[in-house]
C-alpha cells in the first residue's frame, strides 16, 4: 500500500547549521510533496510543497528536491535558527481527492 | 481571514460513551479531511468530503467512526463506543478544491481536538 519513510526522527543542529530530512514514498503516481511544521499543541503548518513536474523549490532559507526516479524527496533548511524548532513531517499524495500519506515526523531541535 | 477551528480543543471521556467532534473549515474550501495523530505517531487518513458527499471513507478504522458534513461547511467527526485506543488527537483540513485537473489544493490544518479515553 502507500507509505512514506522519514529519516531521521530526532535531529539536532547549533543554531547556523543546515539540517536535512528525507522521504522516501512508495506509490509511483505520487505527484504532490508537501512538508509541514507542527509546534507544540497546534496543527500542522504548511511551509513548502513540490509537485512532480520540477525537481527544486527554494522559499528563503527553505528548500526542497525531489528525485522521481528514485521516489526520494528531502527538505533542506540553511542558517537554522532556535524558533525552526519543531516537528516536521513529510507527506505524499496520489490520490485524485488529494489525501495526504504522511511520514513518521522528524524533531528538529537547534541549540543557540 | 479566519482559519480551520476546531471544538472541542480538549475532551475527555470514559470509555463505551460516544463523542462529537466539530471542524469549521475555512470559508469556500469545497474539500475537507479529518486525520488523527496518534501519541508520537505520523498522521492517519480519516475521511474525506467533497461538499457533502464523502467519495473516500477508507482511513475509518472501524464502524464506531462515522462523519458528516452539512451545508458544504460544516463536519462532525463521531466515535461510538469509544475505545482507550481511540486517544489521539483529531485534526481536520480544508482545501479549496480538493484535487483539480491533477493539481493538488494545499490542505491548511486546524489545531486538533486531543481526546483522551479513560
Known amino acids: 500500500g502507500e507509505n512514506v519513510e522519514q529519516h531521521p526522527s530526532t535531529l539536532s543542529v547549533q543554531e547556523g547549521d543546515s539540517a536535512v530530512i528525507k522521504c522516501t514514498y512508495s506509490?509511483?503516481?505520487?505527484?504532490?510533496f508537501p512538508w509541514y511544521k507542527q509546534e507544540l499543541g497546534k496543527g500542522p503548518q504548511l511551509i513548502i510543497d513540490?509537485?512532480?513536474?520540477?525537481g527544486e523549490k527554494k522559499d528563503q532559507r527553505i528548500a526542497v528536491t525531489l528525485n522521481k526516479t528514485a521516489k526520494h524527496f528531502s527538505l533542506h533548511i540553511t542558517e537554522t535558527q532556535p524558533e525552526d524548532s519543531a516537528v516536521y513531517f513529510c507527506?505524499?499524495?496520489?490520490?485524485?481527492?488529494?489525501?495526504?500519506?504522511f511520514g513518521q515526523g522528524t524533531t528538529l531541535q537547534v541549540k543557540p | 481571514g479566519a482559519g480551520v477551528s476546531q471544538s472541542p480543543s480538549n475532551k475527555v471521556t470514559e470509555k463505551g460513551k460516544d463523542v462529537e467532534l466539530r471542524c469549521d473549515p475555512i470559508?469556500?474550501?469545497?474539500?475537507l479531511y479529518w486525520y488523527r495523530q496518534s501519541l508520537g505517531q505520523g498522521l492517519e487518513f480519516l475521511i474525506y468530503?467533497?461538499?457533502?458527499?464523502?467519495?473516500?471513507k477508507s482511513g475509518l478504522p472501524s464502524d464506531r467512526f462515522s462523519a458528516e458534513r452539512t451545508g458544504g461547511s460544516v463536519s462532525t467527526l463521531t466515535i461510538q463506543r469509544t475505545q482507550q485506543e481511540d486517544s489521539a488527537v483529531y485534526l481536520c483540513?480544508?482545501?479549496?478544491?480538493?484535487?483539480?485537473?491533477?493539481?493538488?489544493?494545499?490542505?491548511?490544518f486546524g489545531p486538533g481536538t486531543r481526546l483522551t479515553v479513560l
Open positions: 507527506a505524499s499524495s496520489a490520490s485524485n481527492t488529494g489525501k495526504l500519506i
Open positions: 506509490d509511483s503516481a505520487s505527484n504532490y
Open positions: 470559508s469556500g474550501h469545497t474539500a
Open positions: 513540490i509537485r512532480s513536474n520540477v
Open positions: 483540513a480544508s482545501s479549496l478544491a480538493g484535487v483539480r485537473l491533477a493539481h493538488t489544493d494545499t490542505q491548511y
Open positions: 468530503f467533497q461538499g457533502n458527499s464523502a467519495p473516500d
